[in-house]
């Protein structure tokens, strides 16, 4: 079979699309479903639902509804305007979120979730900062051309690590694998992509990173481990006495993504 016999490989990441976020959008907006407004350019991507809570709690917000499959939350910290939305679980799926948040606004990203380790050593609970992604996905492919590893925004990157070492929170930086199936982190990839030094796994940064690049956004990521694949079995490290600690440390880490964009704006100024 040639390699352009295979779909995901035929044509490039240049040709031009049939349709476009802003074409979908205008239309929502003709049906109705979909008011007329302007995202600001700070946006949140949030992979823990429950996070609703704590934006509602705690700031006054505004709520765009039909934006994705979960509303989009408006809202003030120390004066800057930031989007957070719960983009679902997949690359497909949060890469077509981050595409129309792009087209109605968007310039800075960030994205934060939880991650499973494939280096044991990294507790749960721990902070990984991802530097690279490897493309083990089918997103990216369509916005950048073949190649092993897709990154993050190096302006993003470099303020997530300065809001960490300022809080004196330690972290751990490196490589994520990115994969479309979680029911096939095979053993023989485990010991390959943790030989490489890989750290985690997870289902989304790679097409994220590669979308921001095609789009010529800024975008990067932040997690907190989570279970552990490292073993010969998968081990979920969490017992129901956790679930407390494991929440409390959602919300740290949601703290560190909003003072990231404190300091990012005050540097843009």
Same mark, same amino acid.
């Given at each position: 079979?040639?390699?352009?016999?295979?779909?995901?490989?035929? /044509?490039?990441?240049?040709?031009? $699309?049939?349709?476009?976020?802003?074409?979908?959008?205008? =239309?929502?907006?003709?049906?109705?479903?979909?008011? =007329?407004?302007?995202?600001?350019? !700070?946006?949140?991507?949030?992979?823990?639902?429950?996070?609703?809570?704590?934006?509602?709690?705690?700031?006054?917000?505004?709520?765009?509804?039909?934006?994705?499959?979960?509303?989009?939350?408006?809202?003030?910290?120390?004066?800057? +305007?930031?989007?957070?939305? !719960?983009?679902?679980?997949?690359? &497909?799926? $949060? %890469?077509?979120?981050?595409?129309?948040?792009?087209?109605?606004?968007?310039?800075?990203?960030?994205?934060?979730?939880? #991650?499973?380790?494939?280096?044991?050593?990294?507790?749960?609970?721990?902070?990984? #900062?991802?530097?690279?992604?490897?493309?083990?996905?089918?997103?990216?492919?369509?916005?950048?051309?073949? &190649? @092993?590893?897709?990154?993050?925004?190096?302006?993003?990157?470099?303020?997530?690590?300065?809001?960490?070492?300022?809080?004196?929170?330690?972290?751990?930086? /490196?490589?994520?694998?990115?994969?479309?199936?979680?029911?096939?982190?095979?053993?023989?990839? #485990?010991?390959?992509?943790?030989?490489?030094?890989?750290?985690?796994?997870?289902?989304?940064?790679?097409?994220?990173?590669?979308?921001?690049?095609?789009?010529?956004?800024?975008?990067? %990521?932040?997690?907190?481990?989570?279970?552990? #694949?490292?073993?010969?079995?998968?081990?979920?490290?969490?017992?129901?006495? +956790?679930?407390?600690?494991?929440?409390?440390?959602?919300?740290?880490?949601?703290?560190?993504?909003?003072?990231?964009?404190?300091?990012?704006? @005050?540097?843009?100024?």
């Amino acid at each position: 079979m040639k390699r352009e016999d295979i779909a995901l490989f035929f /044509g490039k990441p240049s040709d031009k $699309a049939v349709i476009n976020p802003i074409d979908y959008i205008e =239309h929502m907006k003709e049906l109705g479903w979909l008011n =007329h407004f302007k995202l600001p350019k !700070y946006c949140i991507l949030c992979f823990f639902k429950e996070l609703y809570k704590e934006i509602k709690k705690n700031y006054k917000h505004k709520i765009i509804k039909y934006l994705g499959e979960y509303p989009t939350y408006i809202f003030k910290y120390k004066g800057i +305007d930031i989007a957070f939305v !719960y983009p679902s679980m997949g690359a &497909s799926y $949060a %890469g077509s979120l981050l595409e129309a948040m792009i087209a109605l606004g968007g310039k800075y990203f960030i994205f934060f979730g939880e #991650v499973g380790t494939i280096a044991p050593e990294i507790e749960r609970g721990e902070i990984i #900062v991802p530097v690279k992604a490897i493309r083990d996905e089918g997103t990216s492919f369509h916005y950048q051309k073949p &190649s @092993k590893y897709s990154y993050p925004s190096k302006l993003i990157l470099k303020f997530i690590k300065r809001t960490l070492k300022q809080k004196n929170i330690p972290f751990h930086e /490196g490589t994520t694998w990115t994969t479309d199936a979680p029911y096939r982190e095979t053993r023989r990839k #485990v010991l390959k992509f943790r030989k490489e030094g890989t750290l985690c796994v997870e289902m989304e940064a790679s097409a994220l990173f590669s979308i921001g690049k095609f789009r010529k956004v800024d975008i990067a %990521g932040l997690f907190i481990a989570g279970d552990c #694949v490292a073993g010969e079995v998968w081990n979920p490290r969490m017992k129901r006495k +956790d679930i407390l600690k494991i929440e409390t440390d959602r919300k740290k880490l949601l703290s560190y993504v909003l003072e990231t964009f404190y300091l990012l704006n @005050k540097s843009l100024k």
